[in-house]
């Protein structure tokens, strides 16, 4: 099934190419073995079966600007900072426009309830384009630089035992 399929929605071509991408990535990654009994191969087919899109939007104004190069502990840190507020961290590939071109990069970020992305690292761009997960644990959201999808301490839970690895164990729901 479809990412449109899944959630009923109709894609932009810029959405379209990102999906391309990853999906490229995918079908590279066939060529290793999925272990026996791990519930995907790679990051890719992990995006592919809960990735989602998050709609981009300027930073809110109460948020501040973090230090470039540092997304994903950025993203966790100001997560956990508004989590009153209902802030989650999201990770996955968002898209950074270079010479006009967008360029599809790891990355991590935060989104609202609503599925609007609020930024820490990087600068409004309106034709970015953010695909990933959103994880609902603080538990498991990365303070110490590395990405939960880039680190292989972090992803090899995830790719073996799903997204249920990124809830701490006796607080599954």
């Known amino acids: 099934m479809t990412l449109e399929h899944r959630h009923g ?19 590279v990654a066939e060529v290793n073995a999925q ?3 791990w519930a995907f191969r790679s990051t890719y087919h992990l995006l592919a079966a809960h990735g989602t899109f998050f ?21 966790a840190t100001t997560a956990a900072t508004y989590a009153a507020e209902g802030l989650l961290y999201a990770e996955g590939f968002a898209t950074a426009t270079v010479r006009g071109q967008q360029l599809p990069l790891a990355h991590g970020w935060c989104v609202t309830a609503d599925g609007t992305v609020a930024d820490p690292t990087w600068d409004f761009d309106p034709n ?34 799903g997204l249920s690895a990124a809830v701490p164990t006796g607080r599954q729901h």
Not at 9 to 27: E, V
Request: with cysteine.
């Open 55 to 75: 709609a981009a939007a300027p930073r809110p104004i109460e948020m501040p600007k973090l230090t470039d190069r540092l997304c994903y502990s950025n993203a």
């Open 9 to 27: 929605m109709t894609l932009t071509s810029a959405q379209r190419t990102l999906l391309a991408y990853i999906d490229g990535c995918a079908t």
């Open 128 to 161: 970015a384009i953010y695909f990933g997960i959103a994880f609902q644990e603080p538990a498991v959201w990365p303070h110490d630089g590395g990405g939960l999808l880039t680190e292989p301490d972090r992803l090899l839970p995830l790719l073996r035992d």
């Open 35 to 37: 272990p026996p009994g």
